[in-house]
């Protein structure tokens, strides 16, 4: 939280764009290129990433959700990235309303 004081303020667009994880695109004409991350902080998307391998292994629905992604065929850093996203949104909304983590979210 010391490196994203926005936390619970801004949208899970903004939130996602500080922090680094917002997919930009690569296109230009009828070019259609990959999708990747960066800018943002980098202290935070550190620290974020050893967080989310804890979720992952831990939390049944980040398990669930990195297994899925890995069974479609993405890599693990994508995948990984992609839930990266989904635990700062959370936390984001969790900061925002005052509730606690729950195990089970609709």
């Known amino acids: ?3 994203l004081p926005e936390l619970g303020s801004v949208g899970r667009r903004e939130i996602a764009a500080l922090s680094g994880l917002a997919p930009y695109n690569n ?3 009828k070019h259609k290129g990959k999708r990747y ?13 050893m967080a989310c391998w804890s979720v992952i292994r831990f939390q049944p629905e980040f398990n ?19 839930c990266m996203r989904v635990l700062l949104i959370r936390l984001n909304a969790m900061i925002r309303d005052g509730s606690e983590w729950s195990d089970c979210v609709a």
């Open 1 to 3: 939280m010391a490196y």
């Open 27 to 29: 296109d230009s004409g």
């Open 37 to 49: 991350i960066c800018g943002g902080r980098f202290s935070v998307r550190r620290s974020l990433y």
């Open 64 to 82: 669930a959700r990195y297994k899925a992604l890995r069974d479609k065929g993405k890599c693990a850093k994508v995948a990984l990235i992609a």
